[in-house]
């Protein structure tokens, strides 16, 4: 990808020789960049496609409090409006409240009323928060609230947006989806989202942008237009430690920033021995995400497991058959194998899944996935979960149909494909949504059937035996790239006595999808079953 120092060094000149702090003792002091703040700007600027535009459009980034993110936001929305590409420009910077959004939009006032350059061509309107070229009157920044109300044809080239840990209304993400849909008719739209760390279940669209990042630092996915950045601590990170510290906060001077440590140790100080000094501590100085549930898959453990086999994406249509086969290689490793289907069916208009797990002869499983989805609203889904699924459907991972809802008998097919090229023991089902196609096959082709309860008692021992087999490198799965990033999504519950499920993702607030995880996990429920009833499968039969 190439890059265009020149640009980026722009962006980063704007701010170190024409912007000043606008706070406490910094006052009035030339803006200087702490390495993170650089980073960005270089990432977000110079990385530029064949064509010479800016490949980067969407942005997060997630940082403690004191950090410096009013003052950068302030910065950003400056330089946008400053080297805008054509009259006309809009930027928009947002918050929950206005109160916070108008925090955002006094540092930008105050950083042109100290800048001889910015007050010749900005003109402020502090009554209607707007700071207006005076070059061009339609070129503005204007400061809204995520709860306000504006109307669907805002057209936006630059959206700002802070602390959207807090955007947990209803509203609030209407308006998100507003704004940040709104300037897909700009050439080069930019959103930029920066935050602290919030609550898991209340902050859907900050933790959706934060499992984005995540998963492409693992290498789960790839999306060249995203850049995200995530700065904290890890749960388990001593928070009375000055390494914590340092680790969690990259403006401290002791990562090239700006802050004197001596405030954090001032916070802890006070945080200890009051309980709830203590819990804001952690989550906005260490920047820990709060959750209910705890991530039960290591993603480096994960990866090494897909060693033992290569999956490869469904080839063509064959004549006359409704449903494509599997890749030459893998048909020859699988053929004719003992194996349990597992069998997960999401609301008609969402994912479903079928995976088939085989017995290995290294006393662990072999997984492979068949994933399901409507065609119609692909696009929309894929801007809402972050994840590439029109890539993975056009490459033959996710099996997809016109319409808008899930094709049952598509999946019912599915199943009978395998029922013919695998030696099937038993198509485990969870039971919602499930009883009308469980009767089907039970009935009509005799294919043994069951009902696995999705509950402590029914997955707790198939879990663990999962996540085992991951730890020690048994499970292998062969880098399907859905079933990768549905199992960096896999959180667990535990009941207090020592048994343990994956918890279902709130599909209205979460991206994450897990439906391969838990299908796998019912043909596991009762695969463990007939190995201690000692079926009639045997090492003998086992390919490797």
């Not at 089902?429 to 009883?435: A, C, E, G, Q």
């Amino acid at each position: 990808m190439p890059y265009d120092r020149r640009a980026a060094d722009r962006y980063c000149n704007f701010f170190e020789h024409i912007l000043k702090f606008t706070t406490d003792e910094w006052f009035g002091q030339p803006f200087t960049l702490a390495p993170w703040q650089r980073e960005a700007l270089c990432s977000i600027f110079g990385e530029q496609d064949e064509q010479g535009r800016r490949c980067i459009q969407d942005v997060y980034l997630e940082v403690p409090k004191k950090s410096g993110k009013t003052e950068f936001c302030a910065g950003i929305i400056l330089a946008m409006l400053f080297f805008r590409e054509r009259p006309g420009y809009h930027v928009y910077g947002t918050a929950a409240a206005q109160r916070q959004a108008a925090n955002v939009y006094r540092a930008a006032c105050k950083m042109v009323e100290q800048s001889p350059l910015l007050s010749s061509v900005f003109l402020l309107r502090r009554s209607t928060y707007r700071i207006l070229r005076r070059d061009d009157l339609d070129s503005f920044y204007v400061a809204v609230a995520a709860d306000g109300d504006f109307t669907d044809g805002v057209n936006p080239a630059v959206v700002v947006a802070d602390e959207i840990h807090r955007y947990r209304t209803r509203k609030m993400l209407e308006n998100w989806d507003v704004l940040a849909q709104g300037g897909l008719a700009r050439k080069q739209p930019l959103t930029i989202a920066i935050t602290t760390a919030g609550v898991k279940d209340e902050s859907p669209l900050a933790w959706r942008r934060h499992e984005k990042t995540k998963k492409i630092e693992a290498g789960v996915l790839i999306d060249p237009s995203f850049y995200g950045r995530v700065y904290g601590a890890d749960q388990d990170d001593d928070w009375t430690s000055p390494a914590t510290w340092i680790k969690a906060n990259p403006s401290l001077k002791q990562n090239g920033g700006f802050l004197d440590i001596e405030v954090y140790a001032k916070k802890c100080a006070a945080a200890q021995g009051d309980a709830e000094e203590e819990i804001t501590f952690k989550r906005y100085l260490r920047n820990v995400w709060e959750q209910k549930a705890r991530r039960a898959i290591q993603m480096d453990q994960w990866q090494r497991c897909a060693q033992t086999f290569v999956a490869a994406p469904l080839g063509s249509i064959g004549d006359g058959d409704l449903v494509r086969p599997l890749s030459p290689a893998m048909t020859r490793h699988f053929v004719d194998r003992p194996c349990w289907i597992g069998v997960d069916l999401s609301l008609s208009t969402d994912m479903s899944a079928v995976v088939a797990v085989f017995p290995s002869a290294d006393g662990g499983t072999e997984w492979v996935p068949f994933f399901f989805m409507p065609n119609d609203g692909l696009k929309k889904k894929e801007r809402r979960d972050g994840v590439p699924y029109t890539r993975w459907a056009r490459e033959g991972w996710i099996e997809t149909h016109d319409g808008t809802a899930i094709d049952y008998g598509q999946v019912r097919q599915r199943i009978l494909w395998c029922t013919r090229m695998f030696d099937v023991k038993d198509v485990c089902f969870d039971r919602f949504n499930s009883r009308e196609m469980s009767v089907d096959l039970g009935s009509k082709h005799g294919i043994p059937v069951c009902e696995i309860p999705q509950t402590f008692g029914g997955l707790s021992e198939a879990f663990k035996r999962l996540l085992g087999d991951v730890a020690i490198g048994t499970m292998h799965h062969g880098g399907n790239p859905v079933l990768d990033w549905q199992a960096s999504c896999v959180d667990l519950k535990d009941d207090g006595n020592d048994n343990i499920r994956p918890v279902k993702p709130n599909r209205a607030k979460d991206s994450s999808r897990i439906d391969g995880i838990t299908a796998g996990l019912n043909a596991m429920a009762r695969l463990i079953v007939a190995v201690e009833k000692k079926s009639e499968w045997t090492e003998a039969q086992i390919v490797v």
